[in-house]
């Protein structure tokens, strides 16, 4: 997903709960647990949610931002960071400053990828900055990841947990379809079908998929 582009849940297929439970007022603060497998749009869907929240001009039917205004285009808002890479000290860190930060933003967005990879002496350090009544109404903090089973339940409790479930055939079409047209290819039932095999269910690689289609056609 490209920087400062109207960002929008009408880029996403499926997911009917996560929409729903997102575009509810009470969802602007706190603290969320996406779980689905690889490529499923967890980080995306995190991006967009924090992005519609600061936009100055936003899409509250679609939940999309406009992509031109001051916050859309400087996204100060958003903080991201992969448990692989990161130390627990840093991370234990990075959730304080944004409790004490005073943000020229509606929503200071945090997103966490691979939380599974803490060990659960570090899940339990987080854990005790976690308590919703804690969480200032300006935070809101997303947990991705792909392996539920190796976040511990005490740690879990401290979310709410959305669960990102495979798209359907017909949900998958529809997204290759859309990127399809956007990317200005012409392909045909029988490509269209290909790729969304190749793809194997997972949106993250029908792009890459279609790329690859739109090549060898060409010869």
């Known amino acids: 997903m490209k920087d400062n582009l109207p960002l929008s849940f009408s880029n996403f297929v499926g997911l009917k709960r996560v929409k729903q439970v997102l575009k509810h007022p009470s969802s602007s603060k706190g603290s969320f647990l996406f779980f689905g497998s690889i490529g499923c749009g967890k980080t995306d869907v995190a991006r967009t949610h924090g992005a519609v929240l600061n936009c100055k001009n936003p899409d509250t039917i679609d939940w999309g931002s406009c992509g031109k205004c001051v916050s859309c285009r400087g996204q100060q808002w958003l ?4 448990c692989r890479s990161r130390s627990i000290q840093l991370l234990v860190e990075v959730i304080q400053r944004a409790y004490t930060f005073s943000p020229t933003h509606k929503v200071t967005c945090v997103v966490f990828d691979e939380v599974h990879l803490l060990s659960e002496s570090d899940q339990e350090a987080m854990n005790k900055l976690l308590d919703p009544n804690a969480i200032p109404s300006h935070c809101l903090l997303i947990f991705t990841t792909h392996k ?6 005490s740690f879990s409790s401290r ?10 055939d017909p949900e998958m079409k529809t997204l290759a379809s859309r990127i399809v047209r956007r990317e200005g290819h012409d392909l045909s039932e029988r490509q269209i079908s ?3 095999a190749k793809a194997n269910g997972i949106p ?8 690859e289609e739109v090549r060898f056609s060409r010869g």
């Open 79 to 82: 903080h991201h960071f992969n």
């Open 148 to 153: 539920r089973s190796k976040v511990s339940m």
């Open 159 to 168: 979310f709410i947990g959305l669960e990102f479930e495979p798209p359907t």
């Open 194 to 196: 290909a790729v969304i």
């Open 204 to 211: 993250r690689l029908l792009l890459h998929a279609i790329e």
